[in-house]
């Protein structure tokens, strides 16, 4: 089993830039591939983010790509998720989450294919 613990999140305006972080302890980190989700007021979770256990593959929601980036750091067990050019849309808790893949390049876009979650770092962005 994996804790994870969410940190970054904040008030920023439009275009700004956030880094959130998601720290694990428990089971071996490297062993999980790991996605970021999130979830605004009056809407369901959503996918944003998502990479492998490798860290070689890397899957974006269209709305973000090309303003995020997916990345790990096994020897600090985190995984990131870096965030340029935001948007008053992009207002939501951001939650990461892990899960066991089958293979080390796989990743998981589905709410349900994640077995651990964190608690959430809020993200609010102002016009």
């Known amino acids: 089993q994996v804790q994870l613990v969410e940190s970054g999140g904040g008030l920023v305006q439009a275009g700004d830039s956030l880094r959130l972080a998601c720290a694990a302890s428990?089971?071996?980190?490297?062993?999980?591939?790991m996605g970021w989700f999130r979830q605004a007021p009056g809407k369901e979770r959503e996918f944003v983010a998502a990479?492998?256990?490798?860290?070689?593959?890397?899957f974006y929601e269209n709305s973000v790509e090309g303003r995020c980036t997916i990345s790990r750091d096994d020897a600090k067990s985190t995984v990131y998720l870096q965030m340029n050019s935001l948007k008053p849309e992009d207002t939501a808790l951001y939650y990461c989450?892990?899960?066991?893949?089958?293979?080390?390049?796989?990743?998981?876009?589905?709410?349900?294919?994640?077995?651990?979650w964190g608690q959430g770092t809020q993200v609010t962005v102002s016009s």
């Open positions: 989450a892990a899960t066991t893949p089958h293979y080390m390049d796989s990743y998981y876009l589905g709410i349900y294919e994640y077995h651990y």
């Open positions: 428990g089971r071996t980190f490297s062993t999980y591939a």
């Open positions: 990479i492998s256990r490798s860290g070689g593959n890397t």
